[in-house]
């Protein structure tokens, strides 16, 4: 094509396709060429799902974060734009009818906006959208975003990368319109404003957020150590809201395992005894040198706390879980006191949990960079879910740097 921009920016998308087996860092980064190019604020990458006929965001740049947002096969515009395999440019976008009706979505859309199918010889797998373009979109415009987003579309194809949120798995526990309230002197304060999850076996959960957004909250009626205000907790089918003090103990102790920030070790104790005492009282425990095994300590059994570093106190939290067997394991914050390298090495250890015990793992945590290894991340803020992002390619614990 004629563009002079075009040559520069395909070399940038293919440069950074080519480095990147992780969908969302490198979308993400052809997005930021592209808005770049053509002088946007906004944009994002919309996937089919063929399981529950819905397209989803899953990749996106600008000043709001709206991975994890869906529409339905034909009932919006963006949807009728990947169905007609049409590319539409809207020039203004605040009185568009096709949008302006569209009211769930109209918020996606900027002054302008220009949608664009993602077409590979197999058909159409999706769509890239930009938003707010300093002056109108042209046809030139149209020509090269058609043709970047092809060498998108055929990567994304080339590199067998699909997206499957989940929706044809039965969950492990489900919230549902889940409120949090407490007294907070004279005044009740809403903490969970209505959060709705799905988490399912053998997934690794990430929960990123500010502080006060709510995820301890959330973490707390999961692990059975709150209880809702409002809503439905609904473990294995059965509705778990208002639980008894015995279905609640039961539940804590066939269910839940904790991994915390402080590590919680006995300090009278070896690291055996340690893992050996939650053992005793677990239903079917497994076998605590085993664990320690599994999490690299079996030469340090019978070190004492005092004489162990912070990332092997907490290796032996992990091997404390794991001789519990529960279904479901909460961290909260389990690498922030600790340096890379140590917290690499717990999080390699509850990376294994997940792949080769296939348990469910929800992490809490203010790193960024730790949610590139999760399947899942849920993005809390102000007591609501604002985001939920899949990860295509996660990245091994050993991967990560920050």
């Excluded at 203004?92 to 002054?111: E, H, M, Y």
């Amino acid at each position: 094509m004629s563009d002079p921009r075009f040559v520069t920016c395909a070399w940038q998308i293919m440069d950074e396709l080519s480095h990147s087996n992780q969908l969302e860092s490198s979308l993400e980064a052809c997005l930021e060429i592209l808005t770049r190019t053509m002088k946007c604020k906004s944009g994002c990458i919309w996937m089919a799902n063929s399981t529950d006929h819905r397209y989803y965001i899953v990749a996106n740049i600008g000043e709001t974060d709206n991975c994890g947002i869906s529409v339905g096969e034909s009932d919006s515009f963006v949807s009728q734009v990947i169905e007609n395999q049409d590319t539409s440019i809207v020039q203004d976008c605040q009185n568009d009818p096709r949008i302006v009706s569209d009211k769930s979505f109209s918020a996606l859309f900027g002054d302008n906006a220009i949608l664009v199918p993602l077409k590979t010889p197999y058909g159409i797998i999706g769509c890239l959208q930009l938003n707010d373009k300093q002056g109108n979109f042209n046809k030139d415009d149209e020509d090269l975003l058609e043709n970047c987003g092809a060498i998108i579309a055929l990567d994304i194809q080339d590199k067998g990368l699909s997206f499957s949120p989940n929706r044809d798995k039965t969950p492990l526990l489900s919230l549902k319109g889940v409120i949090k309230e407490f007294m907070s002197g004279d005044e009740m304060r809403r903490i969970l404003k209505g959060i709705d999850l799905d988490i399912y076996e053998g997934e690794l959960l990430v929960v990123l957020g500010e502080s006060g957004c709510g995820k301890s909250t959330m973490l707390n009626i999961i692990g059975g150590m709150d209880q809702l205000s409002e809503g439905q907790f609904i473990v294995e089918g059965k509705d778990f809201s208002h639980p008894s003090e015995e279905e609640l103990t039961q539940y804590r102790r066939d269910y839940i395992g904790f991994i915390f920030q402080a590590y919680n070790l006995m300090p009278n104790l070896t690291a055996l005894e340690n893992v050996e005492f939650i053992a005793e009282i677990s239903k079917h425990p497994r076998d605590p040198m085993e664990c320690l095994d599994l999490v690299g300590l079996k030469e340090r059994w019978n070190r004492y706390p005092s004489a162990m570093s912070g990332g092997q106190q907490q290796r032996v939290c992990i091997a404390r879980v794991i001789a519990k067997e529960p279904k479901i394991i909460l961290a909260d914050e389990p690498t922030a006191a600790l340096d890379i390298d140590t917290g690499k090495s717990v999080l390699k250890a509850i990376e294994d949990i997940v792949k080769v015990d296939k348990k469910t793992v929800i992490m809490v945590t203010h790193n960024g960079e730790i949610a590139k290894m999760a399947d899942r991340v849920i993005r809390l803020k102000d007591g609501l879910i604002s985001s939920v992002r899949i990860n295509f390619n996660p990245l091994t614990a050993q991967e990560l740097t920050w």
